[in-house]
């Protein structure tokens, strides 16, 4: 059985940093496509970066270009997200998502096979 466990939440101000991690583990972590979505209080889910399995290209959310960076590293099983420059609009519940052998197609969450139980993000003006 796949568990994707997030890690790093917390609050912050206004133009500071964190970093979001997510262990994955029960299978072989290389066979993962792998995302970050969020959902805020009142709001839908909504995609907030992926990256494929194999040749590690990135996508992200217009809102979050330039400010944040997917990563992953396969000898710790690890998905990360580097948060720079925090703004109060990303404060929501970040959560890790997993595709098995395939890439996470779309932005709308429906490919995805598995997902973490969400770690809470604030930030204060």
């Known amino acids: 059985q796949v568990r994707l466990v997030e890690s790093g939440g917390g609050s912050v101000q206004a133009g500071g940093s964190l970093r979001l991690s997510c262990r994955v583990s029960?299978?072989?972590?290389?066979?993962?496509?792998m995302a970050w979505y969020r959902q805020a209080p009142g709001q839908e889910r909504e995609f907030v970066s992926s990256?494929?399995?194999?040749?590690?290209?990135?996508d992200y959310a217009d809102a979050v270009k330039g400010r944040f960076t997917i990563s992953r590293d396969g000898a710790k099983n690890t998905l990360y997200l580097q948060m720079n420059s925090l703004k109060p609009e990303d404060t929501a519940v970040y959560y890790c998502?997993?595709?098995?052998?395939?890439?996470?197609?779309?932005?709308?969450?429906?490919?995805?096979?598995?997902w973490g139980q969400g770690t809470q993000v604030t930030v204060s003006s």
């Open positions: 029960g299978r072989t972590f290389s066979t993962y496509s």
């Open positions: 990256i494929t399995r194999n040749d590690d290209t990135t």
């Open positions: 998502a997993a595709r098995h052998f395939g890439d996470i197609t779309g932005h709308g969450g429906t490919s995805i096979d598995y």
